[in-house]
């Protein structure tokens, strides 16, 4: 399969019109917002298929296969950029910090970026500014591109409903974020979520991590864990054609009885009638 790299921080790419994809089924080791400014089709993204139309903004991680399929003819603005890129943006390092782990773990949740009615209406502006000075090349037309970026990037972070607990938005704590980034990246390997694993991997002990989480975070590590989980099991029901029994397999519970058991336990209703009820809305 191929794989694309980016070798400078950032990268503004305008494609179309087009009628196929250019790259194909392929990979990358960066990340990249694609932002549909005509057109109709389907995006692929691992396991998961949903349509695009204009306004359509997607954010595929680092690792993540990839594919446009285009129906009607289609105009496609690509926003690439890697690691460095966030590093060097500004907002303060707990910003930062907290922007990356969202980025990192966009994956978990599929679809178009854009969940707010004011963002909907927001962003095309933002969108047409950019490809204004990518186009046209005004005075100081890559100070402005790299500002609106950044704009896009927070816009985007927003939008996307990772479970960041509430009490951490006024922390300067940035060890904090190590742990979640660290559950959130193991979170389809149960063994290491144990207390015991996690408390070893940070050097820090049990009962010094369970008050440090909980003070830092407003919950519990296990009641974080087991919501977090759920969430992306949700996902999984309403973006894939999984199984119930594979999206159990692919989180670590045991069986689908299982999942059924504590699905039902802390959201009132088992995952397939949760499924077919969100389907009716």
């Known amino acids: 399969m191929k794989k694309d790299h980016l070798l400078q921080p950032f990268e503004l790419v305008l494609r179309g019109p087009m009628d196929s994809c250019p790259r194909g089924e392929h990979a990358h080791s960066f990340f990249e917002m694609i932002y549909v400014v ?36 289609s105009r496609i603005l690509f926003i690439r950029f890697n690691p460095l890129f966030i590093q060097s943006s500004g907002g303060g390092q707990v910003l930062r910090a907290q922007l990356e782990m969202i980025l990192n773990n966009s994956r978990h949740e599929p679809g178009c970026l854009l969940k707010t ?44 409903s990772q479970p960041l607990p509430t009490a951490m938005v006024e922390t300067s704590e940035l060890r904090i974020h190590d742990i979640l980034r660290y559950i959130q990246t193991n979170i389809h390997t149960p063994h290491q979520l144990r207390a015991e694993v996690i408390s070893e991997h940070f050097q820090i002990s049990e009962t010094y991590l369970g008050r440090y989480f909980k003070k830092h975070a407003g919950e519990t590590l296990q009641q974080y864990i087991t919501n977090y989980r759920l969430q992306l099991v949700e996902n999984r029901l309403l973006h894939s054609s999984m199984r119930i029994g594979e999206i159990a397999d692919e989180f670590g519970f045991t069986d689908k009885s299982h999942l ?5 336990k802390y959201r009132g209703t088992n995952p397939s009638d949760f499924k077919q009820r969100c389907a009716l809305r």
């Open 117 to 160: 009615d004011s963002d909907k209406k927001y962003v095309p502006h933002l969108m047409n500014m950019l490809m204004d000075e990518h186009q046209k090349g005004h005075l100081y037309h890559r100070e402005l591109i790299n500002q609106l970026v950044n704009t896009l990037l927070l816009v985007v972070a927003r939008n996307i």
């Open 260 to 264: 059924n058991r504590i699905f039902k």
């Open 38 to 73: 005509a057109g109709t089709g389907r995006q692929h993204v691992n396991e998961v298929s949903l349509p695009y139309h204009p306004g359509s903004l997607f954010l595929v991680a680092p690792g993540d296969v990839h594919l446009l399929e285009v129906e009607t003819m």
